[in-house]
Protein backbone atom coordinates (compact mmCIF):
# COMPACT_ATOMS: atom_id res chain seq x y z
CA UNK A 1 0.00 0.00 0.00
CA UNK A 2 2.76 2.48 1.26
CA UNK A 3 4.78 1.59 -2.94
CA UNK A 4 1.38 2.61 -4.33
CA UNK A 5 0.83 6.29 -2.77
CA UNK A 6 4.59 6.57 -3.62
CA UNK A 7 4.24 5.91 -6.98
CA UNK A 8 1.37 8.14 -7.41
CA UNK A 9 3.14 10.94 -5.62
CA UNK A 10 6.54 10.50 -7.58
CA UNK A 11 4.04 9.94 -11.11
CA UNK A 12 2.08 13.04 -10.67
CA UNK A 13 5.21 15.17 -9.95
CA UNK A 14 6.89 13.71 -12.82
CA UNK A 15 3.72 14.60 -15.08
CA UNK A 16 3.78 18.01 -13.58
CA UNK A 17 7.70 18.34 -14.56
CA UNK A 18 7.02 17.09 -17.96
CA UNK A 19 3.85 19.26 -18.56
CA UNK A 20 4.96 22.66 -17.54
CA UNK A 21 8.61 22.02 -19.97
CA UNK A 22 5.93 20.63 -22.56
CA UNK A 23 3.88 24.02 -22.09
CA UNK A 24 6.68 26.42 -21.94
CA UNK A 25 8.86 25.03 -24.76
CA UNK A 26 7.01 22.35 -27.34
CA UNK A 27 3.63 21.81 -28.04
CA UNK A 28 0.57 19.61 -26.79
CA UNK A 29 1.49 16.55 -28.45
CA UNK A 30 4.52 15.98 -26.46
CA UNK A 31 2.71 16.79 -23.32
CA UNK A 32 0.28 14.28 -24.38
CA UNK A 33 2.94 11.45 -24.93
CA UNK A 34 4.78 12.30 -21.87
CA UNK A 35 1.44 11.56 -20.19
CA UNK A 36 1.27 8.06 -21.66
CA UNK A 37 4.62 7.52 -21.15
CA UNK A 38 4.49 7.91 -17.35
CA UNK A 39 1.21 6.13 -16.73
CA UNK A 40 3.06 3.05 -18.80
CA UNK A 41 6.00 3.48 -16.84
CA UNK A 42 3.79 3.21 -13.30
CA UNK A 43 2.06 -0.23 -14.68
CA UNK A 44 5.31 -1.86 -14.57
CA UNK A 45 6.03 -4.41 -11.63
CA UNK A 46 9.24 -2.59 -10.55
CA UNK A 47 8.11 1.01 -11.92
CA UNK A 48 11.84 2.66 -12.54
CA UNK A 49 11.06 6.37 -11.54
CA UNK A 50 10.71 5.18 -7.69
CA UNK A 51 14.86 5.22 -7.80
CA UNK A 52 17.10 8.63 -8.96
CA UNK A 53 16.12 11.82 -9.05
CA UNK A 54 12.83 13.10 -10.85
CA UNK A 55 14.73 15.93 -12.59
CA UNK A 56 17.08 13.70 -14.58
CA UNK A 57 13.75 11.14 -15.05
CA UNK A 58 11.85 14.00 -16.97
CA UNK A 59 14.83 14.92 -19.19
CA UNK A 60 14.87 11.18 -19.96
CA UNK A 61 11.33 11.42 -20.77
CA UNK A 62 11.07 14.50 -22.96
CA UNK A 63 14.48 13.35 -24.39
CA UNK A 64 13.89 10.02 -25.55
CA UNK A 65 10.24 10.81 -26.82
CA UNK A 66 11.95 13.79 -28.85
CA UNK A 67 14.25 11.46 -30.40
CA UNK A 68 11.85 8.88 -31.60
CA UNK A 69 9.88 11.60 -33.25
CA UNK A 70 9.98 12.53 -37.01
CA UNK A 71 11.21 15.92 -36.61
CA UNK A 72 13.84 16.24 -34.26
CA UNK A 73 13.73 17.47 -30.47
CA UNK A 74 16.64 19.22 -31.04
CA UNK A 75 15.61 21.12 -34.42
CA UNK A 76 11.78 22.01 -33.25
CA UNK A 77 13.60 23.81 -29.37
CA UNK A 78 17.39 24.68 -29.56
CA UNK A 79 17.65 25.67 -26.31
CA UNK A 80 20.49 25.09 -22.89
CA UNK A 81 17.70 23.68 -20.71
CA UNK A 82 17.22 20.66 -23.31
CA UNK A 83 21.07 20.44 -23.57
CA UNK A 84 21.67 19.85 -19.66
CA UNK A 85 18.48 17.91 -19.99
CA UNK A 86 20.92 15.44 -22.25
CA UNK A 87 23.75 15.99 -20.57
CA UNK A 88 22.40 15.21 -17.24
CA UNK A 89 21.07 11.72 -18.85
CA UNK A 90 24.01 11.26 -21.00
CA UNK A 91 26.98 12.72 -19.24
Known amino acids: MKDKVAIEEKSKKLAEMTASFCDEKLDDDYKQLCQKLIIKMKRKR ?6 GK ?15 RKKSLFK ?12 CVYG
Do not use: H, K, Q
Open 54 to 68: LEIWAAAIIYALGSE
Open 76 to 87: ICDDEWVYRAYR
Open 46 to 51: NVPFLT
